[in-house]
């Protein structure tokens, strides 16, 4: 196959990976979520908290419910079977009976993937949050301890 065909059906896949990351976490669905990653993966909220493995990383999708998450600006750069990703997250937060959706941040996702069994799979994922971790992580109700 031509690099060139195989670098963009690379970068199609691993924005694939990216909407269901999104999907999967506004659905609270953890084990789908966590499936996303390498079973040693890493989710590493700077200034927060680093969840590593699956169990660690589906139990926070899993108890984080009633947020929207939305990617924009993704920039791939894939080399072998190795790749980074940087993108912007805006989040919101749904009020309780869903009739509002109030804008709590952005952050900056830096992400490193890997090629496993012929599927990219998250490896680390960065998210560097935009204003102060712990008072983003409050306002969305998630819990990092």
Known sequence: MDDRLQYLLDVHEIREVSV??????????GENFAALFTEDGEF???????????????AVAAGSTGILHIAVDSMIEVVGD?????SKLIVGK???????????????????F???DGRWRIKRRQSHLDTDPAATLARLAVHTA
């Open 114 to 116: 890997v090629r496993q």
């Open 44 to 58: 590493d909220i700077v200034g927060a908290r680093t969840f590593h493995g699956r169990d660690e990383i589906g």
């Open 20 to 29: 269901l990351y999104n999907r999967y976490a506004d659905a609270c669905d």
């Open 82 to 86: 190795t790749a980074t990703q940087t």
């Open 94 to 112: 749904f009020s309780p009976d869903r009739t509002t959706l109030d804008l709590i941040g952005t952050t900056t996702m830096r992400d490193v």
